[in-house]
């Protein structure tokens, strides 16, 4: 059981530190985004005491992880002597509450800025729905803290730890899905076949196709019409400009 304790021990140590590093690139990614330069709205603020708060909660909980037992062996070997001061069911419980508070507040966070954007309404739910991967992120962090909570009333500790643990796994991945899905749509359209498929898609439904050599206005299959102009994407947060986001209101002073 020794080397599974220990792994138990090292496994909450990176969970602590993963997910700090990934909500802090999120809240950044957040920043570029939706706050226009030079601009202290609302969500740069809050968004700046997102990012110390996370720092701060995480990193001191990485160190109460390393420093629970005396001496450090304890941790994975409670047969040797020694003494745990800490109470570590408790502090994971109050943690995992901070921890699903955090999830919910950055998942919160963009929803507000996408609905006040200057673009068109498939545009907003094509951007908004990007951002909803961070659903699984808050309902892995909830469970998790289910299983936590299991573990204040529970004998068998290691089942439970192993669940949560499975949970947590989760809610990191989802971390990482929100940072790189708002350039899904870019990569995509930078893929070789994707124009081809596109264009195929389109001749499939579009009405009264009759899919022989000529096209509805007489002119042959080979006819190269002339290219249509750029249009955005509805799921394409990359190419949000700061001429569709908002901005505050300021009188210039003189």
């Given at each position: 059981?020794?080397?599974?304790?220990?792994?138990?021990?090292?496994?909450?140590?990176?969970?602590?530190?993963?997910?700090?590093?990934?909500?802090?690139?999120?809240?950044?990614?957040?920043?570029?985004?939706?706050?226009?330069?030079?601009?202290?709205?609302?969500?740069?603020?809050?968004?700046?005491?997102?990012?110390?708060?996370?720092?701060?909660?995480?990193g001191?909980?990485?160190?109460?992880?390393?420093?629970?037992?005396?001496?450090?062996?304890?941790?994975?070997?409670?047969?040797?002597?020694?003494?745990?001061?800490?109470?570590?069911?408790?502090?994971?419980?109050?943690?995992?509450?901070?921890?699903?508070?955090?999830?919910?507040?950055?998942?919160?966070?963009?929803?507000?800025?996408?609905?006040?954007?200057?673009?068109?309404?498939?545009?907003?739910?094509?951007?908004?729905?990007?951002?909803?991967?961070?659903?699984?992120a808050?309902?892995?962090?909830?469970?998790?803290l289910h299983?936590?909570?299991?573990?204040?009333?529970?004998?068998?500790?290691?089942?439970?730890?192993?669940?949560?643990?499975?949970?947590?796994?989760?809610?990191?991945?989802?971390?990482?899905?929100?940072?790189?899905?708002?350039?899904?749509?870019?990569?995509?359209?930078?893929?070789?076949?994707?124009?081809?498929?596109?264009s195929?898609?389109?001749?499939?439904?579009?009405?009264?196709?009759?899919?022989?050599?000529?096209?509805?206005?007489?002119?042959?299959?080979?006819?190269?019409?002339?290219?249509?102009?750029?249009?955005?994407?509805?799921?394409?947060?990359?190419?949000?400009?700061?001429?569709?986001?908002?901005?505050?209101?300021?009188?210039?002073?003189?």
């Amino acid at each position: 059981m020794l080397p599974i304790l220990y792994h138990v021990h090292i496994g909450s140590m990176f969970y602590g530190l993963v997910i700090m590093l990934l909500k802090v690139a999120i809240l950044l990614d957040w920043l570029k985004v939706f706050v226009p330069r030079g601009q202290r709205n609302a969500m740069f603020w809050i968004s700046h005491v997102m990012i110390w708060a996370n720092i701060l909660f995480y990193g001191v909980g990485t160190v109460v992880e390393i420093v629970q037992c005396t001496p450090r062996t304890k941790i994975w070997n409670p047969l040797i002597g020694g003494r745990c001061p800490i109470d570590m069911r408790s502090h994971n419980m109050a943690a995992g509450i901070v921890n699903l508070i955090s999830d919910l507040v950055i998942l919160g966070l963009p929803q507000r800025v996408i609905w006040q954007l200057h673009m068109s309404r498939a545009s907003k739910i094509g951007v908004s729905l990007l951002f909803g991967v961070g659903i699984f992120a808050c309902a892995s962090a909830a469970v998790r803290l289910h299983y936590i909570y299991r573990l204040l009333h529970t004998s068998d500790q290691l089942y439970i730890v192993s669940i949560a643990g499975l949970w947590g796994v989760g809610e990191m991945t989802a971390g990482f899905l929100i940072i790189g899905f708002p350039s899904l749509p870019k990569v995509v359209k930078a893929l070789p076949f994707s124009d081809s498929v596109v264009s195929l898609l389109r001749q499939i439904t579009r009405p009264g196709s009759s899919g022989q050599g000529e096209t509805r206005r007489g002119l042959p299959s080979w006819h190269k019409a002339a290219p249509p102009k750029k249009r955005r994407d509805q799921f394409e947060v990359s190419e949000v400009s700061e001429y569709d986001l908002p901005r505050a209101h300021t009188n210039d002073r003189r």
